[in-house]
């Protein structure tokens, strides 16, 4: 019944987010203005927006979701001190985030040392064949003899299937398909005679697994890791499996971070290091009080694209990538973060430049001399030139697809950055031009030439790109879809354009253009972006002020919702536009998010209804004041009667009445409790939330 009542608000919601005109027509609307700023109305503007829509406005396009906390905060300082306070991100202390972030030790690792701490499946792989020595500490030792048993161990199973000839391989599956039935046989027999499952009956006399649970749990924190490091797989495995959620919680909740992290480490390395990265990211993006900075931050990680399962080093290198290129430089100039994008090697191993060797090279030279010398045919004895990056740069990151480029272009483009590649990245290694495997010659790109002058060749191309009038208007376009509209005036973007050629590329200089043009401000603007699933989940759990010990619920819904973090296969990112995100599906999954987070169905993610500002009653004014601190720009009268009529279905059917008797406070309050908690995911699922 409640999945039905949740496809049909779900197909309301659709049909309000598919009308642009919507949230535009009530922000026309004339209206008295009130004596005290009150947004607890929904948006009015007769030619202009408001002081109170100004200030919801900017929080709703440079951070992550407003706040009360930050929507005070821009009241006190003003939209220009606001904002100019927002460009320095280093001026704004952050000591709670950092204090959040304390536990992510592996994070501050540079890339070798993390790759060696956190082995990759090849860093396993090079160890069991001997290429590599297991190191010496003797917790990492325990870790990496862990993960070459289970290499071992997987290749002997397919050495094994290999072996085995299809006659036998048949006779073997049906010789386990007869036993499989003889036993479902006999286990049927034994529960139609009344018999206990012979199964079951095992597992309630002996469970090993069990036991060893609740014996380590007995344990000191440091006792229990050396008890698990010392597991081999065949007793580590079962115990792992047999933990519930709660031992699973009891297990690691008084350790230190050292001691979780080395847990994780030992159960999935790679994994450890993927759950920190995402964990990190929500967290900054959630609790952060340098929102634009993460706004950025993440608009360019989406701009320069790198894909988290690429190989089995791009896990480790996007730790660095995020860290070390993109964040220090997300509010810097065009130019210094295109060529820190451009000598990554998340971007490098990604886009395959790593591999790109130009075809009249020393090194290719060198290779079919070798060839020649032992008789061997030389043909696909080279990397050979890998066109990759060079057509990507031009298209996605800098020109646009119609900056004026051939094919010929990008093969002259990928000549230029032959050379540019990672010094082994297996290891973790950096940046690297390597000058044998560089195409000699001069270069014709746009009509430009390119004296042959090695690694510099490149960094004169990422020049000549950066201060192009074309990716001028490219990128403030992008900036433009993203702060502004789906479809952002012409005028505003070619005067963003002029001011980013004007200031070689200084992005503040483009976004104070931005923020201070009229077409910014006009209420066409207002509330008409329909978030990113990232937008949704983040800003719902900013405006819920939950309280987040564990992210991957918010990791699954974004899985859920189509935009996994750092997962985006092809190079050109999540789309920003409206028309890729909303559907009926889509959310049908995002109301079911909201209503999880408000009544506390995701572990780890903790929210609460009945604060002083929200009334203890069962009446509107509790809607009203949820709806004042959940959606600041207002909701119109329909979806205020429908959240109501909704949320009194739904907490009829969701209280039982032996909870009302079971609490110690007055009857009604678990009730009101649970009301409140579906006005609030009824709202977070809104029409009016969807948008920004």
């Given at each position: ?5 949740r ?5 309301a ?5 598919a ?7 009530r ?9 005290t ?18 200030i919801v ?67 396993i ?9 297991i190191p010496?500490d003797p ?8 993960h ?10 397919k ?41 079951r ?5 002996a469970?090993?697994?069990?036991k ?7 344990l000191?924190?440091a ?8 597991m081999q ?10 933990l ?10 008084d ?6 992290e080395?847990l994780?480490d ?9 759950q ?6 929500l ?11 993460e ?11 790198v ?16 860290r070390?290129?993109?964040?220090p430089?997300?509010?810097g100039?065009?130019e210094?973060l295109?060529i820190?994008?451009a000598?990554s090697?998340a ?12 075809p009249?090279?020393k090194?290719?030279e ?28 031009m ?6 697809v ?9 093969t002259?483009?990928?000549k ?5 590649t990672?010094d082994?990245?297996g ?35 990422l ?15 992008e ?10 005036p012409?005028?505003?973007?070619n ?13 503040p200089t ?11 401000w ?8 329909v978030?990113?699933p ?6 719902a759990?900013?405006?819920?002020s939950a ?36 559907s ?19 572990g ?6 009945t ?11 509790s809607e ?14 329909q979806?205020?009667t429908?959240?109501l009529n ?25 009730q009101?409790?649970a009301?409140?908690a ?6 977070l699922?809104?029409?009016e939330?969807?948008?920004?």
């Amino acid at each position: 019944m409640q999945q039905k009542l949740r496809h049909f608000v779900a197909l309301a919601v659709c049909a309000a987010i598919a009308n642009p005109m919507l949230i535009a027509e009530r922000a026309r609307e004339p209206a008295a203005e009130p004596a005290t700023p009150n947004l607890n109305n929904p948006a009015r503007a007769t030619t202009a927006l408001n002081p109170d829509q100004r200030i919801v406005h900017l929080l709703s396009r440079f951070t992550f979701g407003p706040t009360p906390a930050e929507i005070a905060n821009a009241r006190r300082l003003g939209v220009d001190r606001w904002f100019d306070e927002q460009l320095h991100p280093e001026r704004i202390a952050d000591s709670q985030l950092e204090a959040r972030l304390a536990d992510f030790l592996a994070l501050r690792l540079p890339v070798a040392q993390l790759m060696e701490r956190f082995p990759s499946g090849a860093a396993i792989r090079q160890t069991a064949d001997g290429r590599r020595a297991i190191p010496s500490d003797p917790e990492l030792a325990a870790i990496y003899t862990r993960h070459i048993h289970l290499y071992e161990e997987k290749q002997e199973k397919k050495a094994e299937a290999k072996a085995i000839p299809p006659a036998a391989e048949m006779a073997s599956n049906n010789k386990k398909t007869t036993d499989s039935g003889a036993a479902q046989m006999d286990t049927t027999e034994a529960m139609a005679s009344g018999a206990a499952n012979p199964v079951r009956t095992r597992s309630a006399n002996a469970d090993p697994a069990g036991k060893a649970v609740l014996a380590v749990l007995a344990l000191s924190p440091a006792d229990r890791v050396d008890r698990i490091l010392a597991m081999q797989p065949a007793e580590y495995e079962p115990f792992h499996a047999s933990l519930n959620a709660a031992q699973k919680t009891r297990l690691v909740e008084d350790m230190t971070p050292a001691q979780r992290e080395l847990l994780l480490d030992f159960d999935h390395p790679t994994r450890a290091v993927i759950q920190e990265l995402q964990a990190q990211r929500l967290l900054r993006d959630i609790y952060s009080s340098r929102q634009l900075q993460e706004v950025m931050t993440s608009l360019w990680l989406n701009h320069f694209n790198v894909y988290l399962h690429k190989n089995d080093e791009e896990p480790y290198y996007l730790v660095s990538y995020e860290r070390d290129v993109i964040r220090p430089r997300a509010l810097g100039n065009f130019e210094d973060l295109l060529i820190a994008t451009a000598e990554s090697p998340a971007m490098l191993l990604y886009l395959d430049n790593s591999g790109s060797t130009g075809p009249d090279s020393k090194a290719v030279e060198k290779k079919k001399q070798r060839a020649a010398a032992l008789g061997k045919p030389t043909k696909n004895s080279a990397p050979g030139l890998n066109e990759n990056y060079a057509r990507e740069l031009m298209e996605l990151h800098t020109l646009g697809v119609n900056g004026g480029y051939t094919q010929k272009d990008v093969t002259e483009v990928a000549k230029v950055f032959t050379g540019w590649t990672v010094d082994k990245p297996g290891q973790g290694g950096g940046f690297k031009f390597d000058e044998s495997r560089h195409e000699p010659g001069k270069k014709l790109v746009l009509g430009h030439k390119i004296k042959e002058n090695g690694q510099k060749e490149g960094l004169q191309l990422l020049h000549m790109l950066a201060n192009s009038s074309a990716t001028a208007h490219f990128i403030s376009q992008e900036l433009a879809v993203a702060f502004v509209n789906d479809a952002p005036p012409p005028a505003l973007v070619n005067r963003m354009a002029k001011s980013f050629l004007a200031s070689h590329g200084d992005i503040p200089t483009v976004l104070r253009t931005m923020l201070h043009s009229p077409e910014f401000w006009s209420p066409e603007t207002y509330q008409a972006k329909v978030k990113t699933p990232l937008e949704y989940v983040v800003s719902a759990a900013r405006a819920s002020s939950a309280e987040i010990s564990n992210t991957q619920p918010l990791v699954n819904a974004l899985n859920q919702m189509g935009m996994p973090l750092y997962a985006c296969v092809p190079p050109t990112g999540y789309p920003s536009k409206a028309e890729e995100w909303v559907s009926t599906g889509a959310l049908v999954t995002r109301m079911n998010f909201a209503l999880s987070l408000a009544t506390n169905h995701n572990g780890g993610v903790k929210t609460d209804w009945t604060p002083p500002d929200l009334p203890d009653i069962t009446s509107d004014l509790s809607e009203q004041a949820l709806e004042a601190r959940l959606i600041p720009a207002g909701v119109s009268a329909q979806t205020r009667t429908a959240v109501l009529n909704q949320a009194a279905t739904q907490t009829q059917a969701t209280v039982p009445a032996r909870q009302l008797s079971a609490v110690a406070n007055p009857p009604n309050a678990a009730q009101t409790s649970a009301r409140n908690a579906q006005l609030a995911g009824l709202l977070l699922g809104s029409p009016e939330f969807q948008r920004r």
